[in-house]
């Protein structure tokens, strides 16, 4: 399934994280930029479901910098799933969901 990812990353080290998270942008063709907090990205992917796809890009942050925290707004179809880190926190109807990006 292709999913949407909008979501702000922060760690306590971000020059550690900038380079993993270049190269998962680059695989992924998405974005991300610097804010005062961390990291805010945007990925478009293919994975089996959002869980899934959380999992695996939290889990590559964290092999970069341990302490490395993730809230991620999964969109699919008409459904938006929020996880924070790797607990799911919500499903909703994307159109239910506000504009893009407000976590």
Same mark, same amino acid.
């Given at each position: 399934m292709r999913l949407r990812l909008v979501g702000r990353i922060s760690t306590d080290d971000p020059s550690k994280l900038r380079p993993a998270l270049h190269e998962i942008a680059r695989r992924y063709e998405g974005t991300y930029r610097t804010t005062a907090? %961390?990291? =805010?990205?945007?990925?478009? #992917?293919?994975a089996p479901d959002a869980?899934?796809?959380? #999992? /695996? &890009? &939290? +889990? /590559?942050?964290r092999r970069a910098v341990?302490? $490395? *925290?993730? *809230?991620? /707004?999964? $969109?699919?179809? +008409? $459904?938006? =799933? *929020?996880?924070?880190?790797?607990?799911?926190? %919500? +499903? &909703? #109807?994307?159109s239910d969901a506000g504009p893009a990006g407000t976590l």
């Open positions: 907090e %961390g990291f =805010e990205v945007e990925f478009v #992917r293919e869980r899934d796809a959380n #999992r /695996e &890009l &939290l +889990t /590559e942050l341990k302490k $490395t *925290r993730l *809230r991620a /707004e999964w $969109t699919h179809g +008409t $459904t938006l =799933e *929020r996880f924070f880190d790797y607990v799911p926190k %919500g +499903t &909703l #109807r994307a």
